[in-house]
C-alpha cells in the first residue's frame, strides 16, 4: 500500500511538470507559426546598400504593400515591427528597412537630408515594385513623425510610383518651430512656468543652435511638399500628443492638400494616444499599447485607398486641444541672434572679467597698487564683485545652457517657484554685475578726470564690459523676472 501511494505520488508529479512544460511552450509554438512570412530583402539607393524585411502576409498574393518610414530617433528596422505586422495580418505587405548611416547624421547636425532619406524611400518603392508578389500599383507610404515629412517628399516627386500616404503625428510647422513647442512642453510639465526662463531655453537657444549649424534641416518647410502630394492621404494624430502640435499640423496640412485640390484625405484623431500612438495618460509617458483602432483604422484605410475608394475630406474623431501655439519668430534670425555674436560676446566678456581678478590677485601677491582703486575701497569692491559675478555667471550659464539643450531639458534641477534652483543662482549672480556695473560707472564718473594716458583708456575698459554684460544678461533674460 505504502508503494502504491508513492508510485501515485512520482505520477501526479510527473503530470504536473509535464502539463507545466507544455504551458511554456504553447507560446513560443504560437509565436514560431505568424499568419505573415518574412523575407530578407536588400536594394540600392545611390551609393548607399539598404536591407530590410518584407512582411508577407500569409495568403495569395500580389498584395497591396506599404513600405514603413522612420522617425528622427530610429535607425533599426524593428523598431516598427509592431505596425508592421498589423499591415500584414491584414493582407498588406509591408517593408521595413534599416535608416542609412552613410552620408547622414543620426543627429540633427552634420549630413542630415530629408531629401536623401526621400531617395531611399523612393529606391524602396522601386525594388517593391519588381515584385511578382506585389501589386506595382497598389504601393504606399507610411510614416512617423519626421517620416512623415520624408515619406510626402517621396510621394510628392514625379512619377514617384506611391499610391496612397499615411502619416502618424506629421507636424504642420518647421522643424526649429516644432521643437520649441516641445521643450516649453517638457518646461511646464516639470514645473517651470517662468517666462524668463522658457524664453530662454525654448527661444533663443533654439535660434542659437540653428544659427550655429548644429539644427540641420531647422527651416524646412513641410506645407509647399504637402501642396504637391495628390495621392489619397490618411494623416493620423494622437490628441494628447506633447512632441508635436496637432491641431495646428492638422489644421496646415489639412489647408496645403486642399489648395493642391486634393480631396481625398482623411483626418483621423485617438483620444488618449500620444505622438507614437501609443496609450498615454499625460502625452508625456506614454505606454507600450497602440492606441485601440489605430490598426482597423489603417489597414482598412489601405484597402479602400486601393481600390479607389478613399473617403473624400473625412475627418474621424474629436480634432485636439492645444493649451498653447507653437512660438512664432522662431525660425527668424536677426544679427544679434546668431552664434558669433552671442558666443562672441560671452568669450569677450569671460575674458575681460578673468583677466581683472587675474591682475588684482597678482596686485596683491605683489602688494602694489596704491593707487586710484585702493583709495576708493567702495569702487574696488564694486569693480571685484563686477567681474566675479560677471564671469561666474556666464561661465555658469554656458554650463547649465549647454546640459539643458544637449539632453532636451528632460531633467531639469529642482524647481523653486516658478523655475530651477539654478535658474534663481544664475539671476542673482546676473543681478550682482548689474549693480556692481553701474556702481563702477559711477565711479569712474566721478574719478574720469584723475587718470591720464593709458590709465585713462584703460579706466573705461570695465565699464564698457559691465554694460556688455547687461545687454547680454538681458537677451539671454537672466535680468528679467
Known amino acids: 500500500m505504502k508503494l502504491n501511494r508513492k508510485v501515485i505520488q512520482k505520477t501526479i508529479g510527473f503530470i504536473l511538470t509535464l502539463l507545466l512544460l507544455l504551458t511554456w511552450m ?37 498584395y497591396p504593400a506599404v513600405v514603413l518610414v522612420h522617425g528622427s530617433n530610429s535607425s533599426d528596422r524593428e523598431k516598427y515591427r509592431g505596425e508592421a505586422e498589423m499591415f500584414a495580418k491584414a493582407g498588406i505587405a509591408a517593408l521595413i528597412f534599416d535608416k542609412r548611416a552613410d552620408g547622414f547624421s543620426k543627429s540633427r547636425a552634420g549630413g542630415r537630408s530629408y531629401a536623401v532619406l526621400a531617395d531611399d524611400v523612393s529606391a524602396a518603392v522601386r525594388a517593391l515594385a519588381t515584385r511578382a508578389n506585389i501589386d506595382r500599383t497598389s504601393i504606399g507610404l507610411w510614416g512617423i513623425s519626421e517620416g512623415g515629412w520624408v515619406a510626402s517628399l ?16 506629421a507636424v504642420g510647422v518647421k522643424p526649429v518651430q516644432q521643437q520649441s513647442w516641445r521643450l516649453v512642453n517638457r518646461l511646464y510639465d516639470q514645473g517651470v512656468t517662468s517666462n524668463s526662463m522658457i524664453r530662454s531655453v525654448a527661444l533663443h537657444g533654439l535660434q542659437l543652435a540653428v544659427s550655429a549649424g548644429l539644427f540641420a534641416e531647422a527651416l524646412y518647410d513641410p506645407v509647399p511638399v504637402f501642396e504637391k502630394v ?14 508635436e502640435p496637432p491641431l495646428e499640423s492638422s489644421r496646415i496640412i489639412q489647408a496645403a492638400l486642399e489648395r493642391s485640390g486634393n480631396d481625398r484625405y482623411t483626418l483621423q484623431f485617438f483620444p488618449n494616444a500620444g505622438h507614437l500612438l501609443r496609450t498615454t495618460p499625460d502625452g508625456i509617458k506614454q505606454s507600450d499599447a497602440f492606441a485601440p483602432g489605430y490598426a482597423e483604422a489603417m489597414t482598412s484605410w489601405v484597402h479602400q485607398a486601393v481600390r479607389g475608394q478613399a473617403p473624400v475630406k473625412s475627418v474621424v474623431g474629436s480634432p485636439p ?49 596704491v593707487g586710484v582703486e585702493q583709495a576708493s575701497v567702495p569702487a574696488h569692491r564694486s569693480k571685484l564683485v563686477l567681474s566675479a559675478a560677471g564671469f561666474f555667471s556666464i561661465v555658469g550659464f554656458i554650463l547649465y545652457f549647454g546640459y539643458l539643450m544637449t539632453s532636451g531639458a528632460k531633467h531639469l534641477a529642482p ?36 587718470s591720464a594716458g593709458t590709465d585713462k583708456v584703460k579706466g573705461y575698459l570695465l565699464p564698457v564690459g559691465g ?15
Open 26 to 62: 504553447l507560446p513560443a509554438a504560437k509565436a514560431a507559426s505568424p499568419d505573415y512570412k518574412e523575407e530578407n530583402v536588400k536594394f540600392q539607393s545611390g551609393d548607399a546598400a539598404l536591407e530590410g524585411t518584407l512582411l508577407l502576409p500569409s495568403t495569395q498574393g500580389p
Open 154 to 169: 517621396a510621394a510628392a516627386k514625379p512619377q514617384s510610383n506611391v499610391s496612397f500616404l499615411i502619416t502618424v503625428g
Open 230 to 243: 495628390k495621392q489619397p492621404v490618411l494623416a493620423i494624430w494622437g490628441s494628447s500628443d506633447r512632441v
Open 321 to 369: 486641444r492645444q493649451d498653447h501655439l507653437s512660438p512664432a519668430g522662431v525660425d527668424r534670425l536677426a544679427w544679434y541672434n546668431t552664434a558669433s555674436v552671442q558666443l562672441g560676446s560671452a568669450l569677450v566678456l569671460m575674458i575681460g572679467f578673468a583677466g581683472y581678478m587675474v591682475k588684482l590677485a597678482v596686485r596683491r601677491l605683489r602688494k602694489k597698487g
Open 415 to 450: 524647481v523653486i517657484g516658478d523655475r530651477t534652483w539654478v535658474w534663481i543662482l544664475l539671476q542673482w549672480m546676473a543681478l550682482a554685475a548689474g549693480v556692481a556695473t553701474i556702481l563702477v560707472i559711477r565711479s569712474w564718473w566721478i574719478t574720469r578726470s584723475a
Open 467 to 481: 554694460i556688455l554684460f547687461i545687454g547680454w544678461a538681458l537677451y539671454w533674460q537672466l535680468l528679467l523676472p
